[in-house]
């Protein structure tokens, strides 16, 4: 009703503005033809009037204006448009042209009234651009120019504020002073700002007070209390309205939601929760292990609740205390190893201060606790300790066995003190070259020492007590001296190469000495030749006093053909006490040289024979030649005999060889065969063979001949009957003991099919029947078929496996 009422308000306006000329504000005014005329003449007649004079168009146009979101049933009317050229008598036609013109806007062609169809909304479009002419009926000739106007939307207030970024979240300390700024809120109205109060927004708050209050003018969210605490509580949710038409009765709003923290700042200082703390230890627990863990409790949170640890009073030394990062705990660690023989109890005083420190909350108090830690050692049963963790000893290499090198002690740091008993750790000393007495620790040489094998031994001392699980370990190193117990040798095998033409006094070779001893002031080695060669007449030797010693030549004209090889001893003498030599020998060979002195070659000369063989020589050799090839040719053809196979008949028969048919046919032209001598060889077994070690219990299908004396020797019956009765024979092994592997493989043939002409070949049902087979049709078959007609054609039955 609101509404309509202004709707028509506001037409009764339009109709009295109309008539106005040239105003801007509403309607149509034309003029034209020969009322513009007459108009002319009355302005030009009114004296001052005509400096006012101008050339007025046939259209002057005005923004129309129309409500927003109208809910009549009839059309909104919008405007009219009239020509000065429309008599009223029906020529002119109007005509609308532009935005919405067809859709949403429509225009009476006769009268110009300017109808809104829809319902508009200013948020959507607030403005629409026309086009309008005058057209004549009959023609469409337009009768005036093109023009355009505009029809605005009017605004209402039919939108809420909304909170665009809502809900919020914010953040303020706790312990702020009143009117400390939160965050600030915006909510957006969509309606027109420049049209009355529809988007004008005031702000309050529904929830959230007394805590926080808003500004309504700018939503700037401030603390409404001083001194909020967030270990009170660290959290509140407040509402804020945005309401339009300046917060009056009628104006619509939203709200949101604005989740307050409180943050933390430094304002509670650090509190043990017990003013003294006790623990026990073993006096055996590592150094670095934790002994114990205390906490101060702090109800701020973050960087405010961390917190430094440290030990103020007794045991500074052997305990340490740090901060754990995570948990914000006190650990107390251990640094030197306890004793409680020693001192059984420590007393600690621990202070927790908080790391950062606010100035701000210092007039607080102290942000700091003690407390007291008591730390009990318990006595555990350790193991001996060693008074000398690593001893050091030295025995000479030539001492005798049994001889005591040193002592190792250890005792039982117990109050019960306990014996001790020795040994060694024989991983340390595989080959047993010591003993330690248990009782005493002397250690002692149990075999013999060579220094040059191993001069230091490194040996791991077990000392026990009478718990075998208490095992204390101690280390003795024992260096092995030297004597002079080894000669000196050459330092390597020498090759010496002589020349033929080398000349008096030429050193051939230089020559030094190794010793594996070694003496305190180093080695020093004297050469000299044995006094059984000092005169030879072809070397001498030359000790250079440096460990070294030249082999030098006393003549020339050394030939190979005369000596190759010279054997040279040489007397190597060592410094040590008492001296010790030894004689080498040299080896010198005598080679042919170049000009340069490099040998070509050495060793013996070949010599030629001064005259050639006898006749007799030759022909002794030639003889033995022969011999041997006779020999050889008979071993050859022995052995070739040997492989031959024994054949027993003069002729062979063709039928010998059995063929096997893996097809359908093959005949003559399959040739695969096997040899079948030991099947000829049938008379040294002529009597049935079956197994001795079980008795048959499988009767016979065939009357067999009981008497091995009825049957035909094999090589007085036919060729062809031959077969027939081995095969026989094979039967009734096979038959008696079925369990026994046969002479020959029992074949099975599969049944070729019902289109066969040839049918089945196999004839195992004749173990079950007493039919007699005849296999004359085998010569109807061809040439392929002509070996087994022979074998089987006789119109005699045979049994096949």
């Known amino acids: 009703y609101y509404v309509n009422c202004i709707y028509h308000i506001y037409c009764a306006l339009l109709a009295l503005l109309l008539p106005l000329w040239e105003l801007g504000c509403w309607g149509l ?11 002319q003449a009355q302005h030009t007649a009114g004296g001052p009037r005509e400096l006012l004079r101008r050339h007025k168009r ?34 002119v036609k109007y005509v609308l042209s532009g935005e919405g013109s067809t859709s949403i806007f429509t225009i009476d062609e006769n009268t110009g009234d300017i109808h809104a169809t829809k319902r508009l909304d200013r948020e959507e479009q607030a403005y629409y651009t026309l086009q309008a002419q005058a057209v004549d009926r009959l023609t469409n000739i337009p009768v005036e120019p093109r023009s355009e106007f505009v029809v605005k939307v009017q605004d209402i207030n039919d939108n809420e504020p909304k909170f665009l970024d809502g809900p919020y979240m914010a953040g303020v300390p706790e312990m702020s002073a009143l009117g400390t700024t939160v965050v600030q809120v915006a909510a957006t109205d969509a309606d027109d700002p420049t049209y009355g109060n529809s988007a004008r927004v005031v702000y309050s708050i529904i929830s959230g007070q007394p805590y926080f209050s808003v500004d309504p003018k700018t939503g700037v969210i401030r603390t409404a209390l001083p001194n909020m605490d967030r270990e009170v509580k660290d959290q509140y949710v407040l509402v804020i309205q945005a309401k339009d038409m300046v917060g009056q009765m009628g104006g619509l709003s939203g709200t949101t939601s604005v989740t307050v923290t409180l943050t933390d700042v ?67 660690i251990l640094q030197k190893p306890l004793d409680f023989e020693t001192k059984n109890s420590f007393n600690l005083r621990i202070e927790a201060t908080n790391r950062n420190i606010d100035p701000a909350f210092v007039h607080l108090g102290s942000f700091s606790d003690t407390t007291s830690v008591k730390v009990t050692v318990e006595d555990v049963n350790e193991p001996p300790v060693f008074s000398t963790q690593l001893s050091k000893m030295v025995v000479s290499e030539d001492a005798r066995v049994g001889i005591s090198i040193g002592r190792v002690s250890a005792h039982d740091p117990d ?40 001069s230091v031994h490194n040996l791991t001392i077990l000392a026990m007590e009478n718990d075998p699980t208490q095992v204390g370990k101690g280390f003795a190193v024992i260096t092995v001296l030297d004597i002079n117990d080894n000669p000196p040798v050459f330092a390597i095998e020498y090759e010496t190469l002589l020349c033929e033409n080398a000349a008096p ?35 001498t030797l030359r000790d250079n006093k440096d460990n070294t010693a030249s082999i030098v030549t006393k003549r020339g004209g050394f030939r190979r053909r005369e000596q190759v090889l010279y054997r040279l001893p040489v007397l190597i003498v060592d410094s040590g006490s008492p001296a010790l030599s030894s004689t080498n020998t040299l080896s010198v060979s005598v080679c042919d040289c170049d000009s340069d002195g490099v040998a070509q070659s050495c060793g013996a000369v070949a010599y030629t024979l001064p005259a050639g063989l006898s006749t007799g020589a030759l022909v002794a050799i030639l003889g033995c030649i022969i011999t041997l090839l006779v020999m050889v040719l008979l071993i050859v053809s022995m052995r070739r005999r ?64 009981r008497s091995s004396s009825s049957l035909p020797v094999y090589k007085t019956l036919p060729a062809n009957v031959v077969f027939r009765e081995f095969i026989w024979d094979r039967l009734k092994d096979a038959d008696v003991d079925p369990s026994a592997p046969p002479y020959d493989s029992l074949q099975t043939y599969a049944f070729e099919g019902n289109g066969s002409v040839a049918e089945s070949l196999s004839s195992l049902e004749s173990l079950s029947t007493d039919s007699e087979q005849n296999y004359d049709y085998l010569s109807n078959w061809g040439p392929r078929f002509k ?8 119109g005699k039955s045979v049994n096949v496996l």
């Open 58 to 91: 046939s259209w002057v146009w005005n923004q129309f204006f129309v409500l927003e979101e109208y809910t009549g049933e009839e059309p909104l009317y919008v405007g009219k448009l009239h020509s000065d050229v429309d008599k009223g008598d029906g020529k």
């Open 505 to 539: 006094g030429q050193v051939i070779q230089t020559i030094s000495a190794v010793d594996k001893d070694e003496p305190p002031s180093g080695h020093r080695f004297y050469f000299a030749l044995p006094p059984s060669v000092a005169g030879n007449s072809n070397f």
């Open 642 to 705: 040997k492989k031959e196979p024994l054949i027993l008949e003069e002729e062979r028969d063709v039928r010998e060889n059995i063929v096997r048919y893996d097809d359908e046919g093959g005949g003559e032209e399959d040739t695969e065969a096997f040899d079948m001598v030991a099947l000829r060889n049938l008379n040294v077994i002529r009597d049935p063979k079956v197994r001795r070690d079980v008795t048959p219990d499988t009767p016979t299908f065939f009357p067999y001949p």
């Open 266 to 332: 430094n304002d509670n200082p650090p509190r043990f929760s017990r003013k003294n703390y006790q623990y026990m230890v073993l006096e055996s627990l590592p150094v670095a292990s934790v002994v114990a863990r205390v906490k101060a409790l702090d109800n701020d949170i973050g960087p405010n609740a961390e917190m430094e640890y440290r030990i103020m009073e007794d045991g500074p030394g052997v305990f340490n205390i740090t901060t754990d990062e995570d948990t914000q705990e006190g650990v107390i």
């Open 787 to 794: 070996k087994l007609a022979d074998l089987y054609g006789d």
């Open 29 to 39: 005014i034309s003029a034209s033809g020969a009322s513009g005329t007459q108009n």
């Open 415 to 454: 109050s019960s003190n306990s014996a001790i008993r020795y040994s060694i750790d024989r991983n340390t000393d595989l080959e047993r070259f010591f003993n330690v007495d248990a009782l005493s620790g002397v250690i002692s040489t149990a075999k013999p020492l060579d220094r040059e094998v191993n």
